[in-house]
Structure formats: C-alpha cells, structure tokens
C-alpha cells in the first residue's frame, strides 16, 4: 500500500490533525526564512520549488542578454533601454555637462550594429535623433569623444524628420472632461465570453494603435 492509499484510508479527525501539523511546521519554516535574505533563498532552494521556472528563466534570459552583447550586433531591448536612459538625462534641469560616460560607448556600438542592416525602423531613427541630441548637448570627455566618433562613423538614415519626442505644446486638445473620463474608468470590467462573430481587421488595428499609446509616457514607444 502507498503512502498516498494509507492517508486516504485513515479516519478525517487524524487527517485533520496531520494536516494542521503539517501547516505549522511550513508556517514555522516561513517565519524562520522571512527572516533575511540568505535564509530566504534557503527556503526556496530546499523546501519550495515554486520560484524554479523563474529563476532559470531569469539565468536564461542573463545568458542570452551577454550573448548579444559579445556578438557586437543588434541587441533592441539594450539599445531601447540605454537611449531612453539618455533622454532622461537630456531633459534633468539642471543639465549636468556630462553624463551616461559609463554606457554610451556600448549605446553607440549597439546603434551601429542596428544600421548596419540598412533598414531604419521607427526605433532605430528614434535612437539616432537622441544620440544626436546627446553629444550635441555634452561636455567633451575622451570617452565621450571615442562614442562620438564611433557614432558619426555610424551608417544614418536618409529620412527627413525626426522621431524625438515632440514638445507638450504640439499635443492635440484633449476635449474630454474629468466626468467623462470618470465614466470610462467606472465602465472598465474584464471581458471573458465573446461573440461567435468575425472581427474586422481595421478595428484590431485600431486598437493595436490605441494601446500602443496606453501606458505611461515614460514607457511607451517614444517614437
């Protein structure tokens, strides 16, 4: 018989009483390991694999991020990433007259390997304008001056115009007012059954532009 069989065919007031052991001892255990950190990963490593998936996915996705990195090419997350970063420091008041020396070298090469293709799309055009902004906004440095060097050498788009955020006054008015918008939030709910109907194609492109402007400016494709 199996252990599975034999607590099966025990009586329910001794299945309770093994069950309430068995939560006090794992509730003693949380609250010894929530303690600290160390004793924490201890927790997981040897009393729980719940967190397994995620931390192999973690070393993964750390593995294949270095992999881009060495292979000198085209990495967009590190290149969305470090460009947003320098936005964020061309728009601090006040200015510091040089900042971002310590990743604009790999920013820059990162750029070079995504023109190398030939195709700009809105991202690449967007980290250009930026990096554009970014040594023309800066101090001179040796390593600022080795980026700036290696980014003028970098193959640039032919396209007229530029992907740089637009300034707040040429945002279109917004003609909705507070209860109006109000309404909207009071009208959201989760929708799980659906119509047996076909969807027209122009309103999933719809709200695909939509929601591509969804989340807040700071996250969002700036371009």
Known sequence: MSLKSLAQALPEPIKSVLKASRDN???GL???CSGNGFLASLYYCFFSR??????RA???GRLQFARLMR????NDAFLRRNVHRLEKGLIMRPRRGTFAED????????YAGATQSGTFDGQTRWAGDVLGAYFSA???TPRIDSAR???SRAQAPDESGQCVPYPHNRLPACPISYDQLLVLFQRRRSVRWYQDKRVDNSLIEEAVRAASLAPSACNRQPF
């Open 30 to 32: 949380v609250r010894l």
């Open 138 to 140: 800066v101090e001179s």
């Open 58 to 60: 973690v070393l993964l």
């Open 50 to 55: 719940e967190f397994y998936r995620e931390h």
């Open 25 to 27: 001892v794992s509730l």
């Open 71 to 74: 292979s000198q090419g085209e």
């Open 149 to 151: 060097n290696a980014f």
């Open 103 to 110: 990743y604009i070298g790999e920013t820059v090469r990162c």
